[in-house]
């Protein structure tokens, strides 16, 4: 299995921009599709961004579709996400892991979108 730690929320005000990244352990990471998953309180985690394994073909739910841009480096074994006009209901912890997911996940990282 894959050991995946992100980073790279915050707080930031509406309309605002952040970088997630995603930085996964083994050398097999590259075999693997990817996404960006969010859990906002009391609702249920959620797929908002997907990458294959090569990174030609990405998928963005309607929700965050133009203004996200999911991204990868293979070589560096890790997944981005780029965040843009933020919105309140953004607000959640985001976490990165395989498609379909590993039973087990990283720690999250926090996104708050308030002014």
């Known amino acids: 299995q894959v050991q995946l730690v992100e980073s790279g929320g915050g707080l930031v005000p509406p309309g605002g921009s952040l970088r997630l990244s995603c930085a996964a352990s083994?050398?097999?990471?590259?075999?693997?599709?990817m996404g960006w998953y969010r859990q906002a309180p009391g609702k249920q985690r959620e797929l908002v961004a997907s990458i294959s394994n090569g990174g030609r073909t990405t998928y963005a739910d309607s929700s965050v579709k133009g203004r996200f841009t999911i991204s990868r480096d293979n070589a560096k074994n890790t997944v981005y996400l780029q965040m843009n006009s933020l919105k309140p209901e953004d607000t959640a912890v985001y976490y990165c892991?395989?498609?379909?997911?590993?039973?087990?996940w990283g720690q999250g990282t926090q996104v708050t979108v308030s002014s």
């Open positions: 083994g050398s097999i990471f590259s075999i693997y599709a």
């Open positions: 892991n395989r498609i379909p997911p590993f039973t087990s």
